[in-house]
């Protein structure tokens, strides 16, 4: 296929943009995106942002910069803020407001990663992915759950897997536990910048899931 050079550039300025996205979102930015949509559906800015709640503009922006890092499209915004209205008082950190967005926009993430109504996954070997929920909920960091080697070990699988992935022209997408996801993200985000995690709660159930790899 012959492409023109402009064509060339802007897919290029197009993926830098996308893959930097998070860094642009300003303050600013974020309160322009908020007002345009309080012109439209104002009730649900209001749950939101209500007035005299402070920092709540800030917590938005963190909200919408760690969708942005996972590649998560925020053009559904008005959803986005209704999560953050409804669970913002019963969660204690950024990230579980976070997970609980994400939960909110399952069948946009489904249906981003989703290929004739097939989603093609790969998971961790049960025995794996459980010593990591418990290390998660005994308090403790995730990369307590292996010892140097088994921890190197399911790296170079993983990467092996995410490599065919690739060559079969697939999106590597790895399913787990939403205890891990986002522990699990942080853990192999500069081994696997490409993989997408999602969990079992971002997944709507009118869809059929196929397990292609698991990795032990």
């Known amino acids: 296929t012959v492409v023109d050079a402009p064509s060339v550039i802007a897919t290029h300025l ?5 893959r930097h996205a998070s ?3 300003g303050r600013q930015e974020t309160q ?11 009730a649900v800015v209001d749950a939101a942002v209500p007035e005299g709640s402070q ?11 760690a969708l942005l890092t996972e590649g998560v499209s925020i053009r559904n915004l008005s959803t986005i803020l209704e999560v953050i209205a409804d ?26 990663y989703t290929i004739d109504d097939v989603l093609r996954v790969m998971t961790l070997d049960p025995v794996i992915e459980q010593k990591m929920v418990d290390s ?4 403790r960091s995730i990369h307590q759950a292996l010892d140097p080697d088994s921890a190197r070990n399911l790296f170079e699988r993983l990467n092996q897997a995410i490599e065919d992935m690739l060559v ?7 399913l787990c536990s ?5 522990h699990f993200k942080r853990l192999v985000e500069r081994v696997a910048p490409q993989l997408v995690v999602l969990s079992f709660q971002e997944i709507v159930t009118d869809v059929e899931i196929d397990n292609v790899r698991s990795i032990s």
């Open 32 to 42: 322009e995106l908020v007002d345009k949509l309080k012109e439209q559906i104002p």
């Open 14 to 18: 197009t993926e830098l943009i996308k």
């Open 87 to 112: 669970f913002v008082e019963h969660v204690s950190d950024v990230d579980s407001l976070v997970e609980h967005v994400r939960q909110g926009l399952a069948r946009q993430l489904t249906r981003e």
């Open 178 to 182: 939403p205890v891990i996801r986002i």
């Open 55 to 65: 920092g709540r503009l800030g917590l938005i922006q963190k909200v919408l910069k």
């Open 136 to 139: 998660i909920q005994g308090q």
């Open 168 to 174: 079969e022209g697939q999106q590597p997408v790895l």
């Open 23 to 25: 860094e642009i979102l």
